[in-house]
């Protein structure tokens, strides 16, 4: 299973910030559209992503910095390359 | 440690190809089987008997080509049907300079061999028009099999269906099925539909000077043959195995990794 | 965020429909683009944008609107931009690339036009998209006949200007065309209440040249055979100008060049050593159309340049910022539109030379010419095209396709074959 982490906000803002925070840490990570299944009754709009083996040192980023973020949801195999589905 | 056997399997729209070389590239098996509604099951189930029939060991190479390529979990290469049949036919017909005509299931390929390597493709898109869907649908409409329309077609007249659309050209069967055209005529017609679209479709192409070479599920066909060797103005030649060219150009592959 | 949606409702979307779109986007960014190892850091922008399209940028245009500005929808890249800006409009670009929106677009034309034309009325009509609700006034074109009708469709929902670009290139098209671009500069100031002077015009000119400029810089960094971007980022990046404020574009594109300028120096790659480039060319791929750059470089190649509206022929050429009167500028701007080589004119040897220029500029190991079903035009270019390159002894590779999935496999085979005959 490949597994994928999604930092979820209430607003970009708040995402960028820590983006910038996990970015300095030097933990991996990408802005991304957050999944329709996971963003449940936020709109539209952007999370981080972030592998399994950063996501512990993501949390303890998220904690010394007591970065304001949603909820982080785990996701199995989101990422498809030839799964040819656009929109 | 060479490798005791190269494996290719082409999976097709409609029937699953196998063919097994050894390491002289000799062929030891050949197994045609639909493909179902499962390729991955279809695959598996080939694999087992392989295990079985061929006494294979670890020693193999598999290459999966065809449109099911990717659902052949055991693959140790995908390579599409376009390189595999070029490579199988330049094989199977001991040439290095060819014109390669496959017509599949749902997909008709005009491809051009130069020094035994693909120069030039053209391939259907979408319009199943000059496919074997094309002439599965029309078989349906006159009630028989599609190697019942294509023998029956021999004995049948010159009469045109000038849709190239399998939709509409279903309407034009329909029509001269309503207006009492004999059947033959009518399987005539549709063979005779599939060449002119498959020359369509090479229009654009410069071919090699020589004869046109027919692999694929319809090379049992020899009215398939005279059609396209009209439509074409060449000779078209083709063979039993031709059939199993994909797989046989897999299995080069294969033997190859 | 939760603002958006108020925002949206004041913009009269329907958004039911509308977030049957935004359920459908992530997957396809995801798959498109989060699957990629090693992108560039500075894509976080455009990741941003993309992630936030309906949100961010929309929500700037309303703010710019409340202080009496307005905006100007467009759909091609004969639309001078410089004279919008200099009048203290703003340009968004208008197209349709999601084939969510063609079923909309079909209710009202017929079903044999291009894509493009029936998701752009579709994504009007279906109210499901807030550019094409912010904008003011909408800037069409005469660059076919499918548009040309569906325009006036269109205008009987928003408010419509047409422009008549030219046929032919010969030198009185240009002077028909720097009339074109005057009586537009009068429309665009009375639509705005600005006028458009020398001195504004010469620094919108600026303007564009400098995101041109930039956007130039980030595709000679794919000419490098160390590639230190994909494909499919740089059409991002390349779809996303036609909405964003011009100078924060210049400014985002020119801190991706420096980050590319340096993976280069650094021998950083997106691909291994030998990798076959593709240049495409045909029909523009409007966002969020990114299907053939998914496919091409999921089969074992790379697009390293686009030679379509929405890739070089957006940036090459400068605008010449010399001219001291409104008429010298105009004229100025006349020639460098007119040397886009769209499939619109006759003849059209431009574009072929392009395209074999680019294929050596670029290093492409091959050509993929693909046009949208039904986009006549194009689609009888890929003959001659076709011809030149085989004399040039470049390969090249004829498709067509739309937006549906379901040609995908299709593609797939061709692509693959065309990538496995490239490696001979």
Request: include cysteine; hydrophobic fraction near 40%.
């Given at each position: 299973?490949?597994?994928?982490?999604?930092?979820?906000?209430?607003?970009?803002?708040?995402?960028?910030?820590?983006?910038?925070?996990?970015?300095?840490?030097?933990?991996?990570?990408?802005?991304?559209?957050?999944?329709?299944?996971?963003?449940?009754?936020?709109?539209?709009?952007?999370?981080?992503?972030?592998?399994?083996?950063?996501?512990?040192?993501?949390?303890?980023?998220?904690?010394?910095?007591?970065?304001?973020?949603?909820?982080?949801?785990?996701?199995?195999?989101?990422?498809?390359?030839?799964?040819?589905?656009?929109? | 440690?060479?490798?005791?056997?190269?494996?290719?399997?082409?999976?097709?729209?409609?029937?699953?190809?196998?063919?097994?070389?050894?390491?002289?590239?000799?062929?030891?098996?050949?197994?045609?089987?639909?493909?179902?509604?499962?390729?991955?099951?279809?695959?598996?189930?080939?694999?087992?008997?392989?295990?079985?029939?061929?006494?294979?060991?670890?020693?193999?190479?598999?290459?999966?080509?065809?449109?099911?390529?990717?659902?052949?979990?055991?693959?140790?290469?995908?390579?599409?049907?376009?390189?595999?049949?070029?490579?199988?036919?330049?094989?199977?017909?001991?040439?290095?300079?060819?014109?390669?005509?496959?017509?599949?299931?749902?997909?008709?390929?005009?491809?051009?061999?130069?020094?035994?390597?693909?120069?030039?493709?053209?391939?259907?898109?979408?319009?199943?028009?000059?496919?074997?869907?094309?002439?599965?649908?029309?078989?349906?409409?006159?009630?028989?099999?599609?190697?019942?329309?294509?023998?029956?077609?021999?004995?049948?007249?010159?009469?045109?269906?000038?849709?190239?659309?399998?939709?509409?050209?279903?309407?034009?069967?329909?029509?001269?099925?309503?207006?009492?055209?004999?059947?033959?005529?009518?399987?005539?017609?549709?063979?005779?539909?599939?060449?002119?679209?498959?020359?369509?479709?090479?229009?654009?192409?410069?071919?090699?000077?020589?004869?046109?070479?027919?692999?694929?599920?319809?090379?049992?066909?020899?009215?398939?043959?005279?059609?396209?060797?009209?439509?074409?103005?060449?000779?078209?030649?083709?063979?039993?195995?031709?059939?199993?060219?994909?797989?046989?150009?897999?299995?080069?592959?294969?033997?190859?990794? | 965020?939760?603002?958006?949606?108020?925002?949206?409702?004041?913009?009269?979307?329907?958004?039911?429909?509308?977030?049957?779109?935004?359920?459908?986007?992530?997957?396809?960014?995801?798959?498109?683009?989060?699957?990629?190892?090693?992108?560039?850091?500075?894509?976080?922008?455009?990741?941003?944008?993309?992630?936030?399209?309906?949100?961010?940028?929309?929500?700037?245009?309303?703010?710019?609107?409340?202080?009496?500005?307005?905006?100007?929808?467009?759909?091609?890249?004969?639309?001078?931009?410089?004279?919008?800006?200099?009048?203290?409009?703003?340009?968004?670009?208008?197209?349709?690339?999601?084939?969510?929106?063609?079923?909309?677009?079909?209710?009202?034309?017929?079903?044999?036009?291009?894509?493009?034309?029936?998701?752009?009325?579709?994504?009007?009509?279906?109210?499901?998209?807030?550019?094409?609700?912010?904008?003011?006034?909408?800037?069409?074109?005469?660059?076919?006949?499918?548009?040309?009708?569906?325009?006036?469709?269109?205008?009987?929902?928003?408010?419509?200007?047409?422009?008549?670009?030219?046929?032919?290139?010969?030198?009185?098209?240009?002077?028909?065309?720097?009339?074109?671009?005057?009586?537009?500069?009068?429309?665009?100031?009375?639509?705005?209440?600005?006028?458009?002077?020398?001195?504004?015009?010469?620094?919108?000119?600026?303007?564009?040249?400098?995101?041109?400029?930039?956007?130039?810089?980030?595709?000679?960094?794919?000419?490098?055979?160390?590639?230190?971007?994909?494909?499919?980022?740089?059409?991002?990046?390349?779809?996303?100008?036609?909405?964003?404020?011009?100078?924060?574009?210049?400014?985002?594109?020119?801190?991706?060049?420096?980050?590319?300028?340096?993976?280069?120096?650094?021998?950083?790659?997106?691909?291994?050593?030998?990798?076959?480039?593709?240049?495409l060319t045909g029909t523009p791929l409007a966002v969020p159309n990114w299907k053939l750059h998914n496919i091409i470089e999921t089969s074992g190649a790379a697009v390293v340049c686009e030679e379509m509206c929405t890739g070089t022929r957006y940036f090459e050429n400068l605008v010449d910022e010399s001219g001291e009167t409104l008429d010298d500028l105009y004229m100025a701007l006349s020639e460098r539109y007119m040397k886009n080589n769209c499939a619109c004119f006759t003849p059209n040897p431009g574009r072929i030379e392009d395209i074999i220029r680019l294929a050596k500029e670029?290093?492409?190991?091959?050509?993929?010419?693909?046009?949208?079903?039904?986009?006549?035009?194009?689609?009888?270019?890929?003959?001659?095209?076709?011809?030149?390159?085989?004399?040039?002894?470049?390969?090249?590779?004829?498709?067509?396709?739309?937006?549906?999935?379901?040609?995908?496999?299709?593609?797939?085979?061709?692509?693959?074959?065309?990538?496995?005959?490239?490696?001979?």
């Amino acid at each position: 299973m490949n597994t994928r982490y999604y930092i979820l906000f209430e607003n970009y803002e708040q995402g960028l910030m820590l983006h910038d925070l996990l970015d300095g840490a030097g933990v991996m990570n990408r802005i991304a559209p957050a999944p329709a299944a996971a963003r449940g009754t936020l709109c539209c709009g952007m999370s981080l992503l972030v592998a399994p083996d950063m996501i512990e040192r993501a949390k303890e980023v998220i904690q010394s910095e007591h970065a304001v973020y949603h909820s982080i949801v785990s996701m199995e195999n989101p990422l498809q390359p030839r799964r040819d589905q656009y929109c | 440690m060479s490798v005791e056997y190269g494996v290719g399997i082409d999976i097709g729209s409609t029937c699953a190809k196998t063919v097994v070389l050894d390491g002289n590239g000799d062929p030891v098996w050949q197994d045609l089987r639909p493909t179902g509604w499962s390729s991955v099951e279809t695959a598996q189930a080939i694999r087992l008997e392989l295990r079985e029939k061929v006494k294979i060991g670890e020693n193999v190479h598999f290459v999966a080509t065809g449109y099911g390529r990717v659902s052949v979990p055991f693959a140790d290469k995908t390579v599409t049907e376009i390189s595999c049949h070029a490579r199988g036919a330049a094989a199977l017909f001991k040439t290095d300079h060819l014109n390669v005509i496959d017509i599949g299931g749902q997909d008709t390929k005009v491809i051009i061999i130069v020094n035994g390597a693909v120069s030039d493709f053209a391939m259907n898109d979408k319009c199943s028009a000059g496919t074997g869907r094309f002439l599965e649908v029309m078989a349906n409409t006159l009630s028989v099999t599609p190697a019942g329309l294509c023998t029956m077609a021999e004995q049948g007249a010159e009469t045109r269906i000038s849709s190239l659309c399998t939709v509409f050209a279903e309407s034009e069967v329909i029509n001269l099925i309503g207006r009492g055209t004999p059947r033959e005529n009518i399987a005539w017609a549709v063979v005779d539909s599939i060449a002119q679209k498959v020359k369509t479709q090479a229009g654009k192409m410069t071919l090699e000077a020589g004869p046109l070479y027919l692999t694929g599920g319809l090379c049992d066909f020899p009215f398939v043959c005279e059609r396209l060797g009209k439509a074409f103005n060449r000779e078209v030649r083709t063979a039993p195995e031709a059939r199993f060219a994909g797989a046989f150009g897999a299995a080069l592959y294969a033997l190859a990794l | 965020m939760a603002d958006y949606v108020k925002m949206w409702e004041n913009l009269g979307m329907d958004l039911e429909s509308h977030d049957m779109l935004c359920q459908v986007l992530p997957v396809a960014v995801g798959d498109v683009f989060m699957t990629q190892e090693n992108r560039p850091k500075a894509m976080d922008f455009w990741d941003l944008v993309i992630s936030e399209v309906h949100g961010i940028r929309p929500a700037e245009l309303i703010e710019e609107q409340k202080k009496g500005r307005k905006v100007f929808g467009t759909f091609c890249v004969f639309v001078p931009d410089e004279v919008i800006i200099a009048a203290n409009g703003i340009v968004t670009g208008l197209c349709g690339g999601s084939q969510f929106w063609v079923p909309g677009g079909e209710a009202v034309l017929p079903k044999n036009t291009c894509p493009l034309i029936k998701a752009s009325v579709g994504a009007r009509l279906g109210r499901t998209c807030p550019f094409f609700r912010i904008a003011d006034v909408y800037v069409g074109e005469t660059t076919c006949d499918g548009k040309k009708k569906a325009y006036e469709i269109l205008g009987q929902d928003v408010p419509m200007y047409i422009m008549d670009v030219p046929q032919m290139k010969r030198p009185k098209d240009i002077v028909k065309w720097k009339e074109e671009i005057a009586d537009f500069a009068q429309k665009v100031e009375e639509i705005t209440g600005n006028k458009v002077s020398v001195e504004k015009l010469k620094e919108a000119i600026r303007i564009v040249n400098e995101k041109r400029k930039a956007m130039k810089r980030v595709y000679e960094a794919r000419k490098s055979e160390c590639l230190p971007i994909s494909g499919r980022d740089a059409l991002l990046m390349t779809q996303i100008s036609f909405f964003d404020d011009p100078e924060r574009c210049a400014q985002m594109c020119n801190r991706l060049a420096d980050e590319l300028e340096q993976r280069i120096k650094d021998g950083v790659s997106v691909v291994p050593a030998g990798t076959k480039r593709i240049l495409l060319t045909g029909t523009p791929l409007a966002v969020p159309n990114w299907k053939l750059h998914n496919i091409i470089e999921t089969s074992g190649a790379a697009v390293v340049c686009e030679e379509m509206c929405t890739g070089t022929r957006y940036f090459e050429n400068l605008v010449d910022e010399s001219g001291e009167t409104l008429d010298d500028l105009y004229m100025a701007l006349s020639e460098r539109y007119m040397k886009n080589n769209c499939a619109c004119f006759t003849p059209n040897p431009g574009r072929i030379e392009d395209i074999i220029r680019l294929a050596k500029e670029y290093k492409a190991d091959g050509v993929i010419d693909c046009s949208l079903k039904f986009c006549g035009l194009y689609d009888i270019e890929k003959k001659s095209v076709a011809e030149a390159l085989k004399k040039e002894g470049i390969p090249v590779l004829s498709l067509e396709t739309d937006y549906e999935d379901s040609d995908a496999g299709q593609l797939r085979t061709r692509i693959e074959a065309f990538v496995e005959m490239l490696n001979g």
